[in-house]
């Protein structure tokens, strides 16, 4: 079965890079998306399996997204330009994939948090 | 049994600590009396008071002359000196000829102390309690003023009628001069502690607050009486830490650190934190054998904070740094797919150009936007010549946040190198207009862009969408939530976008990413 993926990303050439690496991979794409309240909008919607998510979203934390992602027990991955150490505490043990990122970091990121999926 | 001795003498009206030199001149008056009294009990023993007085006269003499640093004295009620002694001479500089029957009050108090009824007042002290302390400066028969220490005593007959008045001074000018430097000295300590700048603290080992400045009180907001010892102090300022603070006290005072330099949180009387580098150091022992510390503090509250906000900007330009290396990493994948390694190079150094371009009038802009005049100039720097000719540039000024100036700088640059290469640009006619505006219309407000190209060579829809449509296309929808049509209309390309206020204007309900918060 073909895992869905939501991104949620504001910088555009990084969202449709993501993308593009995860379609060629094999996964389904939920939907792209680069602020909060419309990634709130899809989870509430539409179901996904994982998720991809930038931290700072147009100035605005991503916290509220983590939220809804942790009720509904969907895993998420951090995609930042943070270094962990500098992770807003409440997300510091999530796990994380720093910009720049190899695409086949990326993907193997993908698989591992999919195998904890139930 | 003979009556005991008439003449009496009252005990000083304040009993005050006694220095050397009081003790002194106590002894001195108590000789006088006691030698008073053994004049009287000569003159009752001898029966008849002309020899008697005239033998006792003696012995007072010859007591009194023994004595040469101090001058003492009999006046008579009227302040006229009916005796002399070696100390006289010397103090005051009067030989005994010209001092008996000389106004005394008048020849050695100085003027201003005439002026001010002092002679009088110490007499009448002198009559009401008995004694007269009077230190002050005086003159000597030259002029010369000195600082006195003396006693006036009232003399009294049987009846208990003053009748005259015995003096006794000596010259405490050195003392004196030596006393007040040291005053001074220990008031100049005093008022350096008080109004240092820096916070400063003098302690026992008691715990003991000898003396606090002025800076503490008022830079912490607790008053003295808040912190009578230093137990105090650290009970207001630190709370939970105190202990650690109080340990570090106690190593100083053990001797196994010469000095304490430490750093603190406290808390000021109305809750505040502050950091204070604290230092301090025991210079020695007090008079009374205690230890003493010496502590002072420098507020870095600010240094902290503007430490803090350093490594906060650090981190900021760390995480855009990085996260423009991913931009450029997903331009280069993206835009090299299907295109041939010259062509790549060539459009990919001109991308990568393009955010820097962006980037740089982010910077100067301090990252709070970037008016879209400035950013369109500045991404048709190649066609400069043409702009006012061919390249029209219209609308208000308007600043637009640091994700907002990226994509539209990108996609201005797309449709730059499009037009150029195919477009309005690519002959010697054609000509381009860029305008934008925000609108208010009805609802939010909304920023609208359009670059319409005319008289270029005729134009048809690609066959094939490179990434520079994806960038003036979707990557700008996805960037700002705006709808963009782009219409390759035979007569010129006609790109427009619409998009929330909101999300493309600095400052506007919804901040472009990276300002300050995560």
Redesign the interface.
Known sequence: MTAHVLIVE????????IE?SLRQAGYAITA?V??VDKALDVIERRECDIALLD???????VRPVVTALRRRGTPFLFV????RV?L?EQFSDAPLL????D?ADLIRCVRQLLAQTP | MNEPPKITTDPPATAVTESDHERQLREMNDALLVASVRQHELAEQAQTAEAGLRQSEARFRELVEQVKDYAIFRTDLEGRAITWNEGVARVLGFAEGEFIGMDVTQAIFTPEDIAAGVPQQEIETATRTGTAHDDRWMRSKDGRRFFALGTTTALKDEQGRVVGFSKVMRDHTRLKRTEDALRHSEEQLRRAIDAAPIPVILHAEDGEVLQISRSWTELTGYRIEDIPTFDAWLGNAYGFGAEAVRERVRELFQGATGMVQVEFEILTRVRERHVWAFSASSPGILRDGRRFVVGMAVDITERKRAEEHTLMLL?EV??????L???????A??SSRAEDPKLFVQQFSARVACLAVSQDLLVQNDWRGVDVGDLVRAQLSHNDELIGSRIEIDGPPVRV?P?AAQ?LGMAVHELATNAAKYGALSNDGGTVHVSWDVSAGGGAPRYCMSWRECGGPPVATPSRRGFGH?VIG???R??L?AEVTIDFAPAGLDWRISAPAA?VVEGAT??????G??
Not at chain 2, 318 to 323: F, I, L, P, T, W
Not at chain 2, 510 to 515: I, K, L, M, T, V
């Open positions: 504001d910088e555009p050439a990084i969202a449709f890079e593009s792209c680069g602020s931290i700072n979203l147009r100035g605005k934390s930042s330009g943070f270094e500098h807003p720093t910009k720049p990122f695409p | 981190r760390s995480h855009r740094s990085k996260n290396l991913a931009v450029v990493q997903a331009v994948r993206q946040n994700a994509s994806t979707r990557m700008v996805h960037a939530d999300v919804q901040p472009g990413p990276g300002r918060s995560r």
